[in-house]
């Protein structure tokens, strides 16, 4: 499947740089948020999740920060390589099937 | 494992026709989906499953049908094709205690003229 495209908010950055997206979220009542990655041509792919009782949550070379004040979360991505160039969703959720994915940021690695 | 295996990757249709999208996973999986991807908007969730024999309408289910007779498969059917329903279709499954994180299938990119 082709990525969601035309309008896409883009980061670019060189290799080795630090990336961070970010992610404005709607619902106050959303207990549950997930960052998925989507590179061309596939499906979304889970990257790391974040309960409301963190601020904050670290991966393999990803954190994701939550500010619930400000209904705010990021995905950093330290030392950013060509394969890390996709687009990347926020979804946030408050149950069961009740997922609601961001419109994606793309990220543009040169090397 | 092959994971979520969605069939056809691409198919053009014309208005009215029905067609059958495939969607198998080898996960042992309960719960199955079916999302949307249109231009500038995030994922939308058409039907979804909590195990063989339930389904449940998600937020944009009409002109859609959904059966699982198995645990492995859960098809979704155009009833009648429209132009409105040219969208990239991904279906997805997760397991009992991590319901929202989602395993994609690669997708089906419909178009119907």
């Known amino acids: 499947g082709e990525n969601v495209g035309l309008h896409l908010p883009t980061l670019s950055v060189q290799e080795g740089d630090n990336s961070i997206i970010n992610c404005a979220y709607s619902?106050?009542?959303?207990?549950?948020f997930i960052w998925y990655k989507q590179e061309s041509g596939k499906g979304p792919q889970f990257i790391i999740d974040?309960?409301?009782?963190?601020d904050k949550r670290q991966g393999q070379r990803v954190t994701v920060l939550l500010n619930k004040t400000v209904k705010h979360l990021s995905l950093q991505i330290a030392a950013t390589q060509p394969g890390d160039s996709a687009v990347y969703f926020c979804a946030e959720s408050t149950g069961f099937q009740k997922l609601v994915f961001g419109t994606g940021t793309r990220l543009l690695v040169s090397p | 494992n092959a994971g979520v295996t969605q069939t056809p990757k691409f198919q053009v249709l014309k208005t009215g026709q029905s067609m059958t999208l495939q969607c198998a996973q080898d996960?042992?999986?309960?719960?199955m989906s079916w999302y949307r991807q249109d231009p500038g908007m995030g994922l939308r969730l058409i039907h979804y499953?909590?195990?063989?024999?339930?389904?449940d309408q998600g937020e944009v289910p009409n002109g859609y049908n959904v059966s699982r007779s198995t645990t492995e498969d859960f098809p979704l059917r155009l009833l009648s094709a429209a132009p409105s329903q040219t969208s990239v279709y991904f279906c997805?499954?997760?397991?009992?205690?991590?319901?929202?994180?989602?395993?994609f299938g690669s997708g089906t990119q419909l178009s119907v003229l």
């Open positions: 974040i309960r409301s009782n963190m």
């Open positions: 997805a499954s997760s397991y009992r205690g991590g319901e929202e994180k989602l395993f």
């Open positions: 996960m042992n999986h309960e719960y």
């Open positions: 499953s909590v195990g063989a024999g339930i389904t």
């Open positions: 619902n106050s009542a959303s207990d549950y």
